[in-house]
């Protein structure tokens, strides 16, 4: 845990599983600016965005700048091969997709040393969910013929990049950053810079303005690595790397993030069976009051609703349905036992076709990440 | 700093200049082996050996039993591509020249990324010494034909290893062992671990005991590299590696360790001219007396002589003839210029010699690092 003002529910803390009650606060408190302002010079701006789930960025100006000028940016994420895709990892998802279309020059990561160090997977499991977490993003939309799909562990340039900034990462800086860790996990940060920075080697077309779309629990990684490319500015030339930030996703447990860290029911994975998808939804936390009557008086609060963010973060794709459901939600008319159920239904018909997709996607997978 | 006991000055920092002023307190601190018990024993054993310069050892039973029956072991050592060859350097070179002598598999690990991590050199800078460095090691002896030389940086296994080995590094065992140092000094640790347990993968026929000739201030590595193979011995079967230390030679000017780090005026590279040899030697401190009828009648002290260590280690093959020295030292009839007369031959004498072979080995040393 680290990052951390302790006068406030504000936590930062990339490896672990964030709480963020304030994002206005941590905008000030990180130095993180809001995206607002922007938004009606990007073009095509997409969903969300327009909902200000995307609420932060640092240096996106750079990029949308690139983007407006049609000159070269890169866009860089990626997924630690822990386990399945589920709906958190769907907005990066969804944002590299959205980026690439706009030009970027794309880059999708496997952090597989990350998932090694940080959460004891070692290789050979990973490599199984890494086929199937580049299926997913395959069928999520993502161009592989224009895109660089790798594993950290593969990468050795990744490593080499790593190995150069490790001089420049004091103990002190690292403990303020990540608290208190082994050393394989300051590694797997310094690898992580590495990775940002990747786009930006000669190899690659050398220096060019890069977004690195994530959550906003993910900002440690980029203040450490837009440091370190400062420091290592001269040799490198690199441009400090540029952000979008979105807001983290619930769980469906209530708990603050939806996460692989959390427990299974907490998380809608891309993969689940429908009879999965329904027991999770219907057993979900809502917003919604102990009695239907109370609720019929008093109305639901889809502020701290997992059902209402998995509509308003990705199902739900006219804005003013979403705004409908959030009226009849406050003012009681829509109460959690139908709005679960007409959830189900949207989880499964994308779930369906999304596995269909992924299907086909899989050899594909294989042969990028050279998997037998 | 660190491994400091803080009652006595034996002080093991490995990537210091170590004061180690009582070898018997070091076996008992850090439990270190005594070697004489052994030297019976050890087939074909060296000058360093006899002299007890070699004082030390962990495991060393295991490589004495392979070597007696001809049974498969490795040796592996290294330099740090910051300067030239001195006599330092020196006893580490003729230990693993003397153990591929004795049928050894020999691995040269060429220590850039240390270079790098610990001595700020980049790696551009640390080729050229690398090229020279293995020339001058060929030129001791060392036959390529039967070793594996290598760079770490360019060594993708053993950057790996290290990146295993992570996980299992905690902070508070990284700073008792290296004190609190930057991030990439506690990596260049790891990739030490790597470079030692190298020969025992798969690549190079699988677990194996080696061997790791050092001086005595290295120990730090050996035990942390000794913990990491148990904790994955499981995965890779890992022997712990075995190693021998010698006594750290004095500095020309009376510092406890001639070393890189300490000014030129301290240390004798292979690759000096004559002019600087004669001066150095002729400006050294010694063990004498401040004049000569005062060392006639007390004698001087071998024990704190640089003068007499470069004979005792390295330049006085027969023991007979260094007993002598250090009598007529003891009782005053050699006095400390003609000493250092005789001294500054046998050097010349040696370095001509040493400077001629290692010219041709250049090229060699270039084919082999692949440098152009």
Redesign the interface.
């Known amino acids: 845990m680290s990052a951390v003002d302790k006068n406030t529910k504000v936590l930062l803390d990339p490896f672990g599983t964030t709480m963020v009650e304030d994002y206005d606060h941590l905008c000030k408190e990180f130095g993180i600016e809001y995206f607002k302002p922007l938004l009606s010079k990007v073009p095509n701006s997409n969903m969300l965005m327009r909902r200000g789930i995307i609420f932060g960025h640092r240096d996106f100006e750079r990029i949308l700048e690139a983007m407006i000028k049609h000159e070269e940016f890169a866009v860089l994420s990626g997924i630690k091969p822990t386990g399945q895709f589920h709906l958190g990892t769907l907005m990066t998802a969804k944002e590299i997709v959205y980026f690439q279309k706009q030009g970027g020059t794309t880059f999708y990561c496997i952090a597989d ?1 990350e998932a ?2 940080d959460n ?1 997977i070692p290789l050979e499991r990973s490599e199984k969910y890494a086929v199937e977490n580049v299926a997913d993003i395959l069928a999520l939309g993502l161009d592989s013929k224009n895109a660089y799909i790798y594993r950290q ?1 593969k990468e ?1 340039r990744v ?2 990049l790593a ?9 002190a800086t ?2 303020a950053i990540y608290g ?9 940060a ?1 690898i992580q810079a590495g990775d940002i920075l990747l786009p930006q080697l000669r190899d690659f077309g050398g220096p060019k303005p890069t977004v690195v779309p994530v959550g906003v629990d993910q900002d440690p990684h980029l203040r450490l690595t837009r440091d370190l490319a400062q420091k290592f500015q001269r040799k490198y030339k690199f441009i400090p790397p540029s952000a979008t930030y979105h807001k983290l996703m619930k769980g469906l447990t209530g708990s603050a993030k939806m996460s692989k860290r959390e427990a299974a029911d907490s998380l809608l994975t891309l993969n689940e069976s429908p009879e999965k998808i329904s027991h999770k939804i219907s057993n979900a936390f809502t917003g919604g009051k102990a009695t239907i009557a109370e609720q019929r008086k008093l109305g639901g609060i889809p502020e701290i609703c997992p059902i209402y963010d998995i509509c308003m973060f990705h199902f739900i794709e006219k804005d003013e349905d979403i705004i409908k459901i959030y009226n009849e939600c406050r003012n009681g008319t829509l109460l959690c036992g139908e709005h679960k159920k007409q959830t189900i239904d949207i989880v499964l018909d994308f779930v369906n076709e999304h596995q269909r997709k992924r299907r086909k996607f899989i050899d594909k997978a294989r042969a990028i990440l050279g998997v037998m």
């Open positions: 040393i090694y160090e004891r562990m050795t490593k080499d190995i150069m900034f490790g001089r420049a990462l004091t103990l690292a403990k208190k860790r082994h050393i394989g996990l300051y590694l797997s310094l």
